[in-house]
C-alpha cells in the first residue's frame, strides 16, 4: 500500500469561483461537484422547497471550469423525467453523461454532455434496485456507479445502465452516510456522517480501515482521494476541510479563506450602491461573536470562512474544489507538499 | 376553601394546560403527566430536564435554507421543526408568545439569520426576568433596524424604538408622556449593529449576491450616544438605555401590562392591545395577583406562569376553550399528533409552513409592529374553510405515523356504539371535549356510516377523526 508523504502538508488557497445565482453564471445553494474528464466543472445546485417551486431553473447542474468560464446547465426541479427535487449528488461517466441522484424521488436521472435528458432509474424500497434517499455518487473506472442509499444504510453498485450489481452495508456499521469517492486502486471511501468517520471499503465491500480524524471529524458529508492517496474530507460538522494521511492520520485542515471571485466581482462593479458599503464592512470572523457558538454560526458571520461545506472534489492535478452551501460558491486550493 | 378534583376533572385540567402551554397532547403524553399530577406537570413544562428535539444538522442536511434563510421560509421552516418535534413545547409557546408582543418581520428586515437570532433569544430568556429579555431585546439586531434604532443618533434622534418600546412593548399608551418617548430615544442613540450599511444597501434590494447573507450583530458606539441628563417618567440622570429599561419595569403600568398579555395568550383572548386603554380586563382580580408575582420575584415570567397555571381561575372549567387557537397553535398541534414528520424531515415541510400562512399567520412576517390581533379575528370565511380543510386532509393522511398509531388502536373499537367510539376518538386526540348538540350530529353520522357499512373499521375511525377535528370546538383550545 502506498502511504502518502505527510510530513510538512498544506493547501495553499488558490481563488474562489461563483456567486448566488438561480440562473445562468452562478450557484445557488450547491451541494456537489463533478469534474469531467475536459476539467469542465459540474456543480449540482440544490437551491430550496420555496424557491424550487418558484423558480425550478433554481435547481440545475451548472457547468463552468476553474477560469470562471460558463458553459451552461443541465436538469430542473419538477416531478417529470428529466427533472429532480432534492438533487444530492452528481456524477460523470467516461463518456460525460451526467448522473443526477435525488433523495426525493428516489431516482439516479441521466443526461448526455450537452444536458439533455436521456433516461432514469431507480425507485423507493428497500430491495434490489430500490432506494431510500439515494446521495452520493461515484463511478469507478469500469463505469460501475456506486450509490449511497443513505436512509437503508447501504452502499449500492449499478452498471451506467442501472443494474444492481452489488449492495453492501447495514445500520450496524453506518449511520445515513452522505459523500463517496475512490481511489486510485478502487478503494471505496464513504462520508459515514451520522457516525462521524470516514470507512474504506475494498471493491467487493469489504471493510478495510475507520477514519475519524483521531476523534475530530463531526459529521463528515464529503470524501475525495488525489493520487497520492491523501484524504480529503468536507467535515461539514466543523466547516472545515480536514486533510488525513493515507492511513487516516489528521494533516492539515483550513476553515476557508474565500476571496471575492471573478464573477461576483463583476456584480460589484456594476453595483456601486452595493460594493461601496460592502467595501467599509467588517465580513471577518474576528468580531466578538457569541461564546460557545458552533463552527455553523461563526461562519454566518463570516465572509471567507466556510459555510454549509457539504462536498470536496480533486481534479488530477491536484487541485481540491470545496464546495460551500450557504455561499454559493467554490473555494480551490492546491498542495504545497 | 378546599377544591376537591376528581380523577376525571383532574385530566381535563392536564389537557387544558396543556393546550396552553403547549400545542396539545398525544394519548401517550397525557397518560405520563397524568401519572405525575396537575401541580408537577406545570414544574415539568416549565422546567423541562432535559429538552430532546429533531436537531439541526439533520433538518439542514435536507433543508438547505434552514440556515442560510434568505427568503421568507428557511426561518419558520426551521421553528416549525423546533415546535413539531420538542418534549419541551413550553419553551417554543413562550418564544412564539414574545413574537406576537414584540413582533418584528422580515419584510424589512431582508433575510431571516437576524429573525431565527431574535426568536432564538426569545426562547433562551422568554421565561427569565422582563428587564433583561427587555435589554436583551433593545441590543436585537432584528429588531433594531425593524424600528431604525441604527438612525437613532445623538444629534439626530429617531424615536421608532423608544416609542414602541414604551406603548407596545412595556407600558401602553396613555402610561407617559411625548417627552418621555423623546428621553427614552435618546438614551437608546449609539446602540447600533455592526455593518449598517451594507446590511441596509442590501435589504434595500433584497440583494443576495453575491456570497449570500450574513448573521448581524449588535454594537454599542459609543461616540453616537447621547450622555446628557435626560428626564424620564419622573427621574431624572445621564441614563443609558439599560437605566431607562430598569426604570420602565418599576411602572405599575409595565406590571399591568405584562400581566394583561399573559392571561391574553394563555388564559382567555382579551380584545386587541389598541384598545386596552379603554375596555377592561377579563379577569382585573387575576391580573392584580400576578402583578404582585410580577414585582415580588424581580420581574421574573416564569414566577407569573407559574401562578397562572396554578391559579383556580386558569384550572376551572370558565377558562377550557376560551381561545381561538392561533394558526400556528391548530397546525402545529395537528402535526405533533399525526407525527407527519415521524420518519425526518420531509420535502413538503413548505406546505406546513404555507398552511400557516393562508390561515393568517406568516410567523417572522407579523403584519404590523402591533403583531396580530388574534382571537376571534383570526376566523374568517375564507381562514375557517383553510383550517378545516387542512385538519380533514392531515387526519385522512393514514400514511402518517400518529395516525397509523390512532388508526390501530381506534380498529379494535369498532364495533364499541358510536357514543363510545367517538369518546375514545376525543380521547386520543388529547381528551378534547365538545359541545352535546355538536356531539349529537357526531353520532347520527357515526350510526349511518355503521348501518350503511359503507366503511370498514380503518375508514370509519379515520372519518371519525376528520369529522371530530373539523368541528367548531376543534379551533378553540
Given at each position: 500500500?502506498?502511504?502518502?508523504?505527510?510530513?510538512?502538508?498544506?493547501?495553499?488557497?488558490?481563488?474562489?469561483?461563483?456567486?448566488?445565482?438561480?440562473?445562468?453564471?452562478?450557484f445557488?445553494?450547491?451541494?456537489?461537484?463533478?469534474?469531467?474528464?475536459?476539467?469542465?466543472?459540474?456543480?449540482?445546485?440544490?437551491?430550496?422547497?420555496?424557491?424550487?417551486?418558484?423558480?425550478?431553473?433554481?435547481?440545475?447542474?451548472?457547468?463552468?471550469d476553474?477560469?470562471d468560464?460558463?458553459?451552461?446547465?443541465?436538469?430542473?426541479?419538477?416531478?417529470?423525467?428529466?427533472?429532480?427535487?432534492?438533487?444530492?449528488?452528481?456524477?460523470?461517466?467516461?463518456?460525460?453523461?451526467?448522473?443526477?441522484?435525488?433523495?426525493?424521488?428516489?431516482?439516479?436521472?441521466?443526461?448526455?454532455?450537452?444536458?439533455?435528458?436521456?433516461?432514469?432509474?431507480?425507485?423507493?424500497?428497500?430491495?434490489?434496485?430500490?432506494?431510500?434517499?439515494?446521495?452520493?455518487?461515484?463511478?469507478?473506472?469500469?463505469?460501475?456507479?456506486?450509490?449511497?442509499?443513505?436512509?437503508?444504510?447501504?452502499?449500492?453498485?449499478?452498471?451506467?445502465?442501472?443494474?444492481?450489481?452489488?449492495?453492501?452495508?447495514?445500520?450496524?456499521?453506518?449511520?445515513?452516510?452522505?459523500?463517496?469517492?475512490?481511489?486510485?486502486?478502487?478503494?471505496?471511501?464513504?462520508?459515514?456522517?451520522?457516525?462521524?468517520?470516514?470507512?474504506?471499503?475494498?471493491?467487493?465491500?469489504?471493510?478495510?480501515?475507520?477514519?475519524?480524524?483521531?476523534?475530530?471529524?463531526?459529521?463528515?458529508s464529503?470524501?475525495?482521494?488525489?493520487?497520492?492517496?491523501?484524504?480529503?474530507?468536507?467535515?461539514?460538522?466543523?466547516?472545515?476541510?480536514?486533510?488525513?494521511?493515507s492511513d487516516?492520520?489528521?494533516?492539515?485542515?483550513?476553515?476557508?479563506?474565500?476571496?471575492?471571485?471573478?464573477?461576483?466581482?463583476?456584480?460589484?462593479?456594476?453595483?456601486?450602491?452595493?460594493?461601496?458599503?460592502?467595501?467599509?464592512?467588517?465580513?471577518?470572523?474576528?468580531?466578538?461573536?457569541?461564546?460557545?457558538?458552533?463552527?455553523?454560526?461563526?461562519?454566518?458571520?463570516?465572509?471567507?470562512?466556510?459555510?454549509?461545506?457539504?462536498?470536496?472534489?480533486?481534479?488530477?492535478?491536484?487541485?481540491?474544489?470545496?464546495?460551500?452551501?450557504?455561499?454559493?460558491?467554490?473555494?480551490?486550493?492546491?498542495?504545497?507538499? | 376553601?378546599?377544591?376537591?378534583?376528581?380523577?376525571?376533572?383532574?385530566?381535563?385540567?392536564?389537557?387544558?394546560?396543556?393546550?396552553?402551554?403547549?400545542?396539545?397532547?398525544?394519548?401517550?403524553?397525557?397518560?405520563?403527566?397524568?401519572?405525575?399530577?396537575?401541580?408537577?406537570?406545570?414544574?415539568?413544562?416549565?422546567?423541562?430536564?432535559?429538552?430532546?428535539?429533531?436537531?439541526?444538522?439533520?433538518?439542514?442536511?435536507?433543508?438547505?435554507?434552514?440556515?442560510?434563510t434568505?427568503?421568507?421560509?428557511?426561518?419558520?421552516?426551521?421553528?416549525?421543526?423546533?415546535?413539531?418535534?420538542?418534549?419541551?413545547?413550553?419553551?417554543?409557546?413562550?418564544?412564539?408568545?414574545?413574537?406576537?408582543?414584540?413582533?418584528?418581520?422580515?419584510?424589512?428586515?431582508?433575510?431571516?439569520?437576524?429573525m431565527?437570532?431574535?426568536?432564538?433569544?426569545?426562547?433562551?430568556?422568554?421565561?427569565?426576568?422582563f428587564?433583561?429579555?427587555?435589554?436583551?431585546?433593545?441590543?436585537?439586531?432584528?429588531?433594531?433596524?425593524w424600528?431604525?434604532?441604527?438612525?437613532?443618533?445623538k444629534?439626530?434622534?429617531?424615536?421608532?424604538?423608544?416609542?414602541e418600546?414604551?406603548?407596545?412593548?412595556?407600558?401602553?399608551?396613555?402610561?407617559?408622556?411625548?417627552?418621555?418617548?423623546?428621553?427614552?430615544?435618546?438614551?437608546?442613540?449609539?446602540?447600533?449593529?455592526?455593518?449598517?450599511?451594507?446590511?441596509?444597501?442590501?435589504?434595500?434590494?433584497?440583494?443576495?449576491?453575491?456570497?449570500?447573507?450574513?448573521?448581524?450583530?449588535?454594537?454599542?458606539?459609543?461616540?453616537?450616544?447621547?450622555?446628557?441628563?435626560?428626564?424620564?417618567?419622573?427621574?431624572?440622570?445621564?441614563?443609558?438605555?439599560e437605566?431607562?429599561?430598569?426604570?420602565?419595569?418599576?411602572?405599575?403600568?409595565t406590571?399591568?401590562?405584562?400581566?394583561?398579555?399573559?392571561?391574553?395568550?394563555?388564559?382567555?383572548?382579551?380584545?386587541?392591545?389598541?384598545?386596552?386603554?379603554?375596555?377592561?380586563?377579563?379577569?382585573?382580580?387575576?391580573?392584580?395577583?400576578?402583578?404582585?408575582?410580577?414585582?415580588?420575584?424581580?420581574?421574573?415570567?416564569?414566577?407569573?406562569?407559574?401562578?397562572?397555571?396554578?391559579?383556580?381561575?386558569?384550572?376551572?372549567?370558565?377558562?377550557?376553550?376560551?381561545?381561538?387557537?392561533?394558526?400556528?397553535?391548530?397546525?402545529?398541534?395537528?402535526?405533533r399528533?399525526?407525527?407527519?414528520?415521524?420518519?425526518?424531515?420531509?420535502?413538503?415541510?413548505?406546505?406546513?409552513?404555507?398552511?400557516?400562512?393562508?390561515?393568517?399567520?406568516?410567523?417572522?412576517?407579523?403584519?404590523?409592529?402591533?403583531?396580530?390581533?388574534?382571537?376571534?379575528?383570526?376566523s374568517?370565511?375564507?381562514?375557517?374553510?383553510?383550517?378545516?380543510?387542512?385538519c380533514?386532509?392531515?387526519?385522512?393522511?393514514?400514511?402518517?405515523p400518529?395516525?397509523?398509531?390512532?388508526?390501530?388502536?381506534?380498529?379494535?373499537?369498532?364495533?364499541?356504539?358510536?357514543?363510545?367510539?367517538?369518546d375514545?376518538?376525543?380521547?386520543?386526540?388529547?381528551?378534547?371535549?365538545?359541545?352535546?348538540?355538536?356531539?349529537?350530529?357526531?353520532?347520527?353520522?357515526?350510526?349511518?356510516?355503521?348501518?350503511e357499512?359503507?366503511?370498514?373499521?380503518?375508514?370509519?375511525?379515520?372519518?371519525?377523526?376528520?369529522?371530530?377535528?373539523?368541528?367548531?370546538?376543534y379551533?378553540?383550545?
Open positions: 500500500m502506498v502511504t502518502a508523504k505527510s510530513e510538512n502538508f498544506s493547501l495553499k488557497y488558490k481563488k474562489t469561483i461563483g456567486f448566488s445565482g438561480k440562473r445562468g453564471r452562478g445557488f445553494y450547491p451541494r456537489d461537484l463533478a469534474i469531467g474528464s475536459d476539467k469542465k466543472l459540474y456543480i449540482l445546485n440544490r437551491s430550496h422547497e420555496v424557491d424550487s417551486y418558484a423558480e425550478p431553473e433554481s435547481v440545475r447542474v451548472a457547468i463552468c476553474l477560469n468560464r460558463f458553459y451552461g446547465d443541465a436538469g430542473h426541479f419538477g416531478e417529470a423525467d428529466g427533472q429532480f427535487m432534492w438533487p444530492t449528488s452528481v456524477a460523470l461517466d467516461s463518456e460525460g453523461m451526467i448522473y443526477v441522484s435525488c433523495e426525493y424521488k428516489n431516482t439516479i436521472t441521466v443526461f448526455d454532455p450537452e444536458g439533455n435528458f436521456q433516461h432514469k432509474w431507480g425507485k423507493s424500497g428497500i430491495g434490489n434496485g430500490e432506494f431510500s434517499g439515494p446521495s452520493g455518487i461515484i463511478f469507478d473506472k469500469n463505469d460501475n456507479l456506486w450509490v449511497v442509499d443513505h436512509k437503508n444504510n447501504r452502499i449500492q453498485q449499478y452498471d451506467k445502465f442501472g443494474n444492481q450489481k452489488h449492495s453492501f452495508g447495514d445500520s450496524d456499521l453506518l449511520n445515513l452516510p452522505w459523500g463517496i469517492n475512490l481511489d486510485t486502486h478502487g478503494d471505496i471511501y464513504v462520508a459515514d456522517w451520522g457516525n462521524d468517520r470516514i470507512l474504506k471499503f475494498s471493491p467487493d465491500g469489504d471493510l478495510v480501515s475507520e477514519m475519524t480524524g483521531n476523534g475530530v471529524l463531526k459529521n463528515p464529503g470524501v475525495a482521494i488525489d493520487k497520492n492517496g491523501i484524504i480529503y474530507v468536507a467535515d461539514s460538522g466543523n466547516e472545515r476541510l480536514q486533510v488525513l494521511s487516516g492520520e489528521p494533516i492539515f485542515s483550513t476553515r476557508g479563506q474565500a476571496t471575492m471571485s471573478q464573477w461576483g466581482q463583476e456584480f460589484l462593479d456594476v453595483n456601486p450602491d452595493e460594493a461601496d458599503p460592502r467595501k467599509s464592512a467588517n465580513l471577518e470572523y474576528d468580531l466578538d461573536i457569541p461564546e460557545n457558538s458552533s463552527p455553523h454560526t461563526i461562519s454566518s458571520y463570516s465572509d471567507k470562512l466556510f459555510w454549509g461545506l457539504t462536498a470536496v472534489a480533486v481534479d488530477e492535478d491536484s487541485r481540491v474544489y470545496a464546495v460551500e452551501t450557504n455561499r454559493h460558491r467554490i473555494q480551490v486550493f492546491e498542495p504545497i507538499n | 376553601m378546599v377544591t376537591v378534583t376528581t380523577e376525571t376533572e383532574s385530566k381535563y385540567q392536564i389537557a387544558h394546560l396543556l393546550r396552553r402551554a403547549g400545542f396539545g397532547a398525544t394519548i401517550e403524553e397525557l397518560n405520563y403527566y397524568k401519572s405525575i399530577g396537575y401541580e408537577k406537570t406545570v414544574a415539568e413544562l416549565l422546567n423541562p430536564k432535559k429538552v430532546t428535539r429533531l436537531p439541526d444538522h439533520i433538518v439542514s442536511r435536507y433543508h438547505t435554507e434552514t440556515s442560510a434568505m427568503g421568507p421560509y428557511g426561518g419558520p421552516t426551521e421553528w416549525i421543526y423546533r415546535m413539531i418535534s420538542t418534549n419541551a413545547p413550553l419553551n417554543e409557546k413562550i418564544a412564539l408568545f414574545w413574537h406576537t408582543i414584540f413582533a418584528t418581520g422580515v419584510s424589512k428586515l431582508s433575510g431571516n439569520i437576524p431565527v437570532r431574535q426568536i432564538s433569544m426569545f426562547r433562551n430568556s422568554g421565561l427569565g426576568s428587564r433583561d429579555l427587555l435589554i436583551s431585546l433593545s441590543k436585537d439586531p432584528a429588531m433594531i433596524y424600528l431604525d434604532n441604527w438612525t437613532n443618533h444629534n439626530e434622534i429617531n424615536e421608532n424604538y423608544g416609542r418600546l414604551l406603548e407596545l412593548f412595556s407600558m401602553g399608551v396613555g402610561n407617559y408622556a411625548e417627552d418621555d418617548v423623546k428621553e427614552c430615544a435618546r438614551a437608546f442613540t449609539g446602540w447600533s449593529i455592526v455593518n449598517s450599511a451594507y446590511i441596509d444597501a442590501q435589504a434595500a434590494k433584497d440583494s443576495f449576491q453575491p456570497y449570500g447573507r450574513y448573521a448581524w450583530q449588535f454594537q454599542y458606539l459609543p461616540e453616537d450616544h447621547d450622555d446628557g441628563e435626560k428626564e424620564f417618567l419622573g427621574e431624572k440622570g445621564n441614563f443609558t438605555g437605566d431607562i429599561i430598569q426604570i420602565i419595569c418599576k411602572q405599575e403600568a406590571a399591568t401590562f405584562i400581566s394583561r398579555h399573559i392571561c391574553s395568550f394563555f388564559l382567555a383572548d382579551e380584545v386587541p392591545v389598541t384598545q386596552w386603554p379603554y375596555v377592561e380586563p377579563n379577569n382585573p382580580k387575576l391580573i392584580e395577583k400576578l402583578k404582585k408575582v410580577y414585582f415580588e420575584t424581580d420581574y421574573n415570567i416564569k414566577e407569573i406562569l407559574t401562578a397562572l397555571f396554578l391559579s383556580e381561575e386558569f384550572k376551572d372549567r370558565s377558562s377550557f376553550y376560551k381561545k381561538v387557537k392561533s394558526p400556528s397553535e391548530l397546525v402545529i398541534g395537528v402535526t399528533l399525526t407525527d407527519k414528520f415521524g420518519n425526518g424531515p420531509r420535502l413538503d415541510a413548505r406546505n406546513v409552513w404555507l398552511a400557516m400562512v393562508n390561515m393568517g399567520q406568516h410567523i417572522f412576517n407579523p403584519p404590523t409592529v402591533e403583531g396580530w390581533h388574534g382571537g376571534v379575528e383570526w374568517d370565511t375564507g381562514t375557517l374553510v383553510e383550517r378545516i380543510n387542512f380533514s386532509e392531515q387526519f385522512g393522511n393514514t400514511e402518517s400518529g395516525i397509523k398509531k390512532m388508526i390501530n388502536s381506534l380498529v379494535d373499537k369498532y364495533d364499541e356504539a358510536p357514543l363510545e367510539f367517538i375514545s376518538c376525543m380521547e386520543i386526540l388529547g381528551s378534547i371535549e365538545i359541545e352535546a348538540e355538536t356531539k349529537e350530529t357526531l353520532i347520527s353520522f357515526a350510526k349511518e356510516y355503521k348501518a357499512g359503507s366503511l370498514d373499521a380503518t375508514n370509519y375511525a379515520k372519518t371519525i377523526l376528520q369529522l371530530i377535528t373539523t368541528t367548531r370546538e379551533q378553540l383550545c
